[in-house]
């Protein structure tokens, strides 16, 4: 389950934590915010600095729970896959049943901390084939297999499996069926720390990649077919298989039901959690790992000549507390699109942070954090009707997730200058609210590369992307309706991003349009 990072979580073996500084090399090229012809219906809500995200426990008694997948047959049930090689069933009305819908306990290999049953993926046509996918490490060697199984009591069938012996960590195990009818399997890059086989960047290797097979058939000797339009079909040294490279282990990826997008959670090494963004139908990306972690050179001896890599689209630091990025899924419900329509939900094992990301209309993202989700939350899933549940890994619970309004009481305007390896952030803060705000702490996140060197106005302090300012002695309490000055002077890797996710003593500000 982690990527770009194999340390700090109780779910994700723990590695020693290794830094690296950044190098003299061209940054990634910014990803854009795919465009969609729901970008206008997914703006004009009210900011996310407003929303806060709860959950409510519905299931408990789970063995460390790592998926979570609802079938379109008109039962109202999810099926939810435990580690050890179970996959119970869930009904809201009469809770969670006693007896699995499949035990492969035998047939998997759950040794290792992220060894287990990782990943399941429903059939298109599930309400009538009866079958689904499972992504698994195997007995008796642990390689990561991917197997169709159908619910008539029959075995698994394997259609592949990628040799991963050396290392229990970095598995993968996400699949999901894309808008394209294929299926899609995110594999790590073989475990270890540093990523020793420099799997990432191979495309000789299924490690280190998502992967785009068609199981609707076979071709010749494959249990499934290649799809022509792969990137890579027909490459020298490649495998066909692979839709995108670069990656460390993308534990969790979805697609928006909307417009096809890709999302991707890809955990790092212990520098940069990230998440990425690509169109429908983007593939041959390389997302930089391990050349890159987020916008850093992570091993400058990993990168090769001439490659171009995709920026993520949001990192954050492990240093605040967090370790290993569990990607989520974009919310398509009813119940709350008034609130989070269209917006991207994400966590993290550790700190449990909620992370929301949505269009601003201009190619960009609006991010805020809007609450915290239960300890130690290894997957996100959808009912039909798009409501999102998660599960948590311990003590093992399923949990329903819900949205509110809250009133902020401060807002933020702001306004940067950059210029060469440098940048200026000004940043003016009001009180919204009707009580002073005294010995103020205003808290916000800085793009990866970013290093703030000096200020005014409040004292800085960094760690990672995690930026305090603390009022000074003279501003220190603001009243209603007053404002403050402060701003930055800092050095950039190439990401010249404003800061996000600004919050008062605790509480989100909303970000003043400009």
Not at 177 to 190: R, V
Not at 262 to 277: A, C, P, T
Request: glycine share 14%; aromatic share 8%; hydrophobic share 35%.
């Amino acid at each position: 389950m982690s990527r770009r990072r194999s340390s700090l979580s109780g779910l994700l073996l723990a590695l020693a934590l290794l830094l690296f500084s950044p190098a003299a090399t061209a940054a990634p090229a910014p990803a854009p915010n795919p465009a969609s012809a729901t970008e206008a219906a997914d703006t004009g809500r009210v900011p996310l600095a407003e929303v806060t995200a709860t959950t409510t426990q519905v299931a408990s008694g789970l063995r460390r729970p790592t998926a979570v997948v609802a079938p379109d047959d008109g039962t109202d049930r999810l099926f939810v896959v435990e580690k050890p090689g179970r996959v119970r069933v869930y009904h809201p009305e009469t809770g969670l049943a006693e007896e699995p819908l499949l035990d492969l306990t035998s047939r998997i290999d759950s040794s290792a901390n992220e060894r287990g049953l990782l990943g399941i993926a429903l059939a298109p046509d599930f309400a009538e084939s009866q079958e689904l996918y499972l992504a698994y490490t195997a007995l008796p060697d642990g390689a990561v297999t991917l197997a169709r199984q159908r619910l008539d009591g029959s075995d698994p069938e394997v259609l592949l499996s990628q040799e991963h012996a050396e290392y229990g960590n970095h598995n993968g195990g996400q699949l999901a069926f894309g808008p394209d009818g294929y299926l899609y399997w995110a594999i790590g890059d073989g475990g270890g720390s540093g990523d020793p086989f420099r799997s990432g960047q191979r495309l000789d290797t299924l490690l280190g990649k998502i992967l785009r097979l068609d199981v609707s058939r076979s071709c010749g000797d494959l249990a499934y077919c290649v799809p022509k339009d792969n990137p890579f079909v027909g490459k020298e040294g490649a495998r066909g298989e692979i839709w995108l490279y670069g990656v460390r282990n993308p534990w969790r990826f979805s697609f928006d039901r909307a417009d096809g997008s890709l999302w991707i959670g890809d955990v790092g090494q212990g520098r940069w959690e990230e998440i990425d963004h690509l169109a429908r139908g983007e593939g041959g990306k390389n997302l930089g790992w391990s050349c890159y972690e987020g916008w850093e050179v992570f091993d400058e001896t990993h990168c090769l000549p001439g490659e171009k890599h995709t920026a993520p689209v949001f990192t954050y630091s492990p240093y605040t507390g967090g370790c290993s990025v569990i990607g989520g899924t974009v919310y398509r419900g009813k119940e709350y699109a008034d609130l989070v329509g269209g917006t991207y939900l994400a966590t993290d094992y550790c700190s449990n942070t909620v992370w929301a990301l949505r269009s601003d209309g201009e190619g960009g993202y609006e991010q805020a954090e809007i609450g915290e989700m239960p300890t130690q939350v290894t997957s996100f899933g959808a009912t039909v009707d798009g409501e999102l549940y998660v599960v948590n890994d311990l003590p093992g619970g399923l949990h329903r997730v819900s949205f509110d309004k809250r009133t902020s009481t401060c807002r933020v305007a702001y306004s940067g200058n950059a210029w060469g390896t440098g940048l200026k952030g000004e940043i003016t803060l009001t009180n919204t609210g009707t009580t002073p705000v005294s010995d103020w702490q205003l808290a916000f996140n800085v793009a990866g590369g970013q290093s703030v060197s000096s200020g005014w106005g409040a004292t800085f302090t960094q760690k990672g992307n995690a930026v305090t300012a603390d009022g000074a002695s003279y501003n220190g309490t603001i009243e209603p309706g007053e404002s403050v000055e402060l701003g930055y002077l800092a050095g950039h890797a190439g990401n010249t991003s404003p800061p996000t996710g600004f919050a008062l003593n605790g509480g989100n500000c909303v970000v003043a349009d400009d």
